[in-house]
């Protein structure tokens, strides 16, 4: 016996799913993400999934479809409760968005874009589609018109320092009603270097340095990244 040891067993909450293509037909081999370290789950003959002994939270599903279209499902659960849910390609024109991204150039620095996604800005479920950049080209494909979030991650590498973690940047882009949809997204990128001393002029190590998102034009936004100083007090903020 343990004196003193207090047991509290809890409920796990369950999700019961399934996923359709656009005409309402049940999609199999669909891989479902949960997230946060849970295992991944392939939809069966009639697009069914389940997911037991989930934590009492929000969850966020994503199911990607043969056509590159990454549906996206957020769900509160409650201790023990048992929720069903339904991932269904939306039955509106898809939209083809392509183009060319830059994320400019900065002094010392090479990098780029790893990631790049659009993401429906209402909606439920939410819709998104992620792409590939080759060659400073990217395309996109939509479930419809309307107002989409597009986000990158950057990851950009110093002359000066260690790799860098990919900083985040979005912007809110107007998609109209058409098949093709040409559309070049230009990412502004600025570099802050520094360096830190006392006040007798001696190199401070580990100092961290932060910033602040700020808002561009066009709803554009920046992400900062908090770099602690090395050896000689350098620091360098993307």
């Known amino acids: 016996a343990l004196d003193g040891v207090v047991l509290t067993l809890r409920r796990g909450a369950t999700i019961l799913g399934q996923v359709l ?58 201790e023990g409760e048992t929720k069903q849910v339904v991932l269904r390609v939306p039955t509106e024109e898809s939209v083809r968005m392509h183009g060319r991204v830059d994320s400019g150039a900065m002094h010392g ?40 979030r597009v986000e990158a991650s950057i990851g950009v590498a110093s002359h000066h320092s260690n790799p860098l973690p990919s900083i985040f940047w979005q912007d809110t882009i107007e998609v109209p009603a058409a098949a093709d949809f040409e559309h070049d997204l230009v990412i502004p990128l600025g570099l802050l270097s520094g360096r830190i001393t006392s006040i007798d002029g001696e190199a401070l190590e580990g100092v961290a340095v932060t910033s602040e998102p700020e808002r561009h034009e066009a709803g554009r936004h920046g992400s900062a990244w908090s770099p602690s100083t090395d050896s000689e007090g350098r620091f360098e903020l993307f």
């Open 109 to 148: 620095c090479t990098g780029g874009v790893r990631a790049l996604r659009a993401r429906a800005d209402e909606g439920d479920p939410v819709a998104s589609s992620s792409g590939e950049i080759v060659e400073g080209e990217y395309e996109l494909t939509l479930p419809g018109p309307g107002t989409y």
């Open 21 to 78: 293509d656009i005409g309402g037909e049940p999609v199999r081999g669909v891989v479902v993400e949960l997230g946060r370290g849970r295992t991944d789950i392939e939809t069966d003959a009639d697009g069914r999934f389940e997911a037991h002994g989930l934590e009492a939270r929000v969850h966020f599903l994503r199911a990607r479809v043969s056509s590159g279209l990454e549906l996206v499902q957020s769900l509160r659960l409650a």
